[in-house]
């Protein structure tokens, strides 16, 4: 039995298989590749949580979507290397901060000609659009080739706020949940199933982006969401006023069935995180805090 069982509706049990992916017959599944926030933690003490920045993938009815690119989108594509081409897969940026984007450069099977992808991201905060930011970070000096090295087909898709993507019968709704970041929330719906990716959360009293966030998120199967971080000053990993409240708050006010905390701080130790999800579930039972390799299914 693994240790991260919970209550899942029709007794759904969430597993942790870091080196296995799921069956290509799954109908709506989540899977994570990177978990860490800010910058790659590569560690001992990271070890069972995981050191990769965030990347997730789900797939919904056979169709492949993939939200963030961080360092654990390489662990994705060297999977995806074990499958016959042609691969097809849409990508979903929050923003372009390093830390989302930075391994997209990594990501094998974008080097293959026989494959397609489809990229959704929000212009940034100096106006770039998805497209240019991935561009610039492949030039030199920052990595010795351009993205034109790539062979894949790409379709890059500009997205604002409230932008409705419908890909055959699921739905990925969008808004802005962090005004000051410029970051995109995501909702993935199929049939009567959904899941919300919301991994920029800011502690914020403007109601206007609190109520985005809440109808973004509201009646979910699976809140996927972030904590906040405090100032390094702050910080005490010995203080039981943990910083996930915002996440948890978000996850009673908006009324889903399960949530999972990702985007760990580099200096998020495993013991650490072993003690939060201890002091997490006695605020939402069906909580848990996100590693790499974890498997959940929706339906």
Same mark, same amino acid.
């Given at each position: 039995m693994s240790n991260f069982e919970l209550s899942l509706p029709q007794n759904h049990v969430i597993q942790k298989q870091p080196t296995q992916h799921f069956s290509q017959g799954?109908?709506? !599944? @989540?899977q994570f590749w990177g978990?860490? +926030?800010l910058i790659p933690t590569p560690s001992c003490n990271t070890s069972r949580y995981g050191g990769n920045t965030a990347c997730v993938e789900m797939q919904v009815a056979e169709k492949h979507l993939i939200f963030d690119g961080g360092t654990g989108l390489r662990l994705l594509g060297k999977m995806w290397l074990q499958r016959q081409p042609p691969l097809k897969a849409h990508l979903f940026f929050t923003n372009s901060q390093s830390n989302r984007i930075q391994g997209f450069p990594f990501f094998a099977p974008a080097f293959m000609r026989e494959n397609s992808f489809h990229i959704y991201g929000t212009a940034a905060l100096n +106006?770039?659009?998805?497209? =240019?930011?991935?561009?610039d970070q492949?030039? =030199?000096p920052h990595f010795p080739y351009p993205l034109g090295i790539m062979q894949s087909e790409f379709h890059f898709h500009n997205l604002t706020s409230g932008k409705v993507v419908k890909i055959d019968d699921v739905t990925i709704t969008t808004a802005i949940i962090n005004d000051y970041q410029k970051s995109v929330g $995501?909702? !993935?719906?199929?049939?009567?199933?959904? !899941?919300? $990716? @919301?991994?920029?959360l800011p502690k914020s009293e403007n109601k206007l982006e609190q109520g985005?966030?809440?109808?973004?998120?509201? +009646? !979910?199967?699976l809140l996927i969401a972030n904590a906040t971080y405090v100032p390094p000053a702050a910080r005490n990993h010995h203080d039981p006023d943990f910083h996930w409240d915002t996440a948890v708050n978000l996850a009673k006010t908006a009324d889903v069935k399960q949530l999972i905390i990702s985007h760990h701080h580099p200096d998020d130790h495993d013991d650490f995180l072993d003690e939060v999800q201890t002091e997490i579930k006695s605020f939402f039972p069906k909580a848990l805090l996100a590693q790499e390799g974890l498997v959940v299914p929706v339906i």
């Amino acid at each position: 039995m693994s240790n991260f069982e919970l209550s899942l509706p029709q007794n759904h049990v969430i597993q942790k298989q870091p080196t296995q992916h799921f069956s290509q017959g799954s109908t709506f !599944v @989540v899977q994570f590749w990177g978990v860490r +926030g800010l910058i790659p933690t590569p560690s001992c003490n990271t070890s069972r949580y995981g050191g990769n920045t965030a990347c997730v993938e789900m797939q919904v009815a056979e169709k492949h979507l993939i939200f963030d690119g961080g360092t654990g989108l390489r662990l994705l594509g060297k999977m995806w290397l074990q499958r016959q081409p042609p691969l097809k897969a849409h990508l979903f940026f929050t923003n372009s901060q390093s830390n989302r984007i930075q391994g997209f450069p990594f990501f094998a099977p974008a080097f293959m000609r026989e494959n397609s992808f489809h990229i959704y991201g929000t212009a940034a905060l100096n +106006g770039a659009s998805i497209k =240019q930011c991935l561009y610039d970070q492949m030039l =030199q000096p920052h990595f010795p080739y351009p993205l034109g090295i790539m062979q894949s087909e790409f379709h890059f898709h500009n997205l604002t706020s409230g932008k409705v993507v419908k890909i055959d019968d699921v739905t990925i709704t969008t808004a802005i949940i962090n005004d000051y970041q410029k970051s995109v929330g $995501y909702r !993935v719906t199929w049939k009567d199933y959904s !899941v919300a $990716y @919301v991994t920029d959360l800011p502690k914020s009293e403007n109601k206007l982006e609190q109520g985005r966030i809440v109808q973004l998120t509201k +009646g !979910v199967d699976l809140l996927i969401a972030n904590a906040t971080y405090v100032p390094p000053a702050a910080r005490n990993h010995h203080d039981p006023d943990f910083h996930w409240d915002t996440a948890v708050n978000l996850a009673k006010t908006a009324d889903v069935k399960q949530l999972i905390i990702s985007h760990h701080h580099p200096d998020d130790h495993d013991d650490f995180l072993d003690e939060v999800q201890t002091e997490i579930k006695s605020f939402f039972p069906k909580a848990l805090l996100a590693q790499e390799g974890l498997v959940v299914p929706v339906i």
